[in-house]
């Protein structure tokens, strides 16, 4: 079956740091990528997605790429802020004929001033 | 447009009984799929129903049960509620039909105690 595995948290870095998150998978077929944020009290936010290989996924400065051969999708973000604080889930959909979405345990971010 | 809604925010029951969740989807969805999010952990898929019909479940069993109505709104049932069943019960919509991955979008989630 499909699975997601995500680097375990928390992760704290300061203000301005380098952040990366790493997330491999295990699939069938060629599935589409997926970052989602959850910040404290709220549901789920789409933060990018990349849908084949070596395709990059960005927004707010987050960066993901599509890695077929490592079977990675690691997140990226050159200068965190504290408001980027938030817990993050890598995740993907196989496009078995209906979009449903296999999560990893999700790693907590906690950036400091 | 009206975002996704999930009612109530919290809820607290015992072992044993049954409870019903609901979700209003995004105007113009018509698919809405329930996950559930136990305490540090990642959500995982219970079931989809689109168009009024249960179209995908998850490794759940019986005792979780759902209804769409025809404006696409939703309901999670469970019964015999157990103490593992305490989470977040999360609802997301999308508009499906066209073969590929159309994108969901969550609400904020329903936080059930099972005490």
């Known amino acids: 079956g499909n699975s997601v595995t995500q680097m375990e948290g928390p992760v704290t870095l300061s203000e301005e740091a380098f952040l990366t998150i790493n997330c491999t998978y295990t699939?069938?077929?060629?599935?589409?990528l997926f970052w989602y944020v959850q910040y404290p009290g709220e549901g789920l936010q789409l933060l990018l997605k990349?849908?084949?290989?070596?395709d990059k996924g960005s927004n707010k400065g987050f960066e993901a790429t599509y890695r077929k051969e490592t079977t990675s999708f690691h997140l990226e973000k050159g200068s965190v802020q504290v408001s980027d604080s938030a817990v993050y889930f890598c995740a993907l959909s196989d496009r078995s004929g209906y979009s449903t979405l296999t999560f990893g345990k999700g790693t907590m971010l906690l950036v400091s001033p | 447009e009206t975002g996704v809604t999930q009612s109530p925010t919290h809820l607290i029951k015992t072992r044993g009984q049954q409870v019903t969740l609901r979700c209003s989807s995004q105007?113009?969805?018509?698919?809405v799929s329930w996950y559930q999010q136990a305490l540090g952990q990642g959500p995982q898929f219970i079931f989809q129903y689109y168009r009024e019909e249960e179209n995908g479940r998850g490794n759940f069993p019986p005792r979780f049960s759902g209804l769409q109505f025809p404006n696409y709104s939703s309901e999670l049932n469970v019964n015999a509620l157990e103490l593992d069943d305490s989470a977040l019960y999360l609802c997301a919509s999308s508009l499906e039909g066209s073969g590929s991955y159309n994108e969901q979008f969550f609400g904020p989630g329903t936080r059930l105690t099972v005490l």
């Open positions: 105007s113009g969805h018509n698919t």
């Open positions: 990349a849908t084949k290989a070596d």
């Open positions: 699939a069938t077929g060629y599935p589409s």
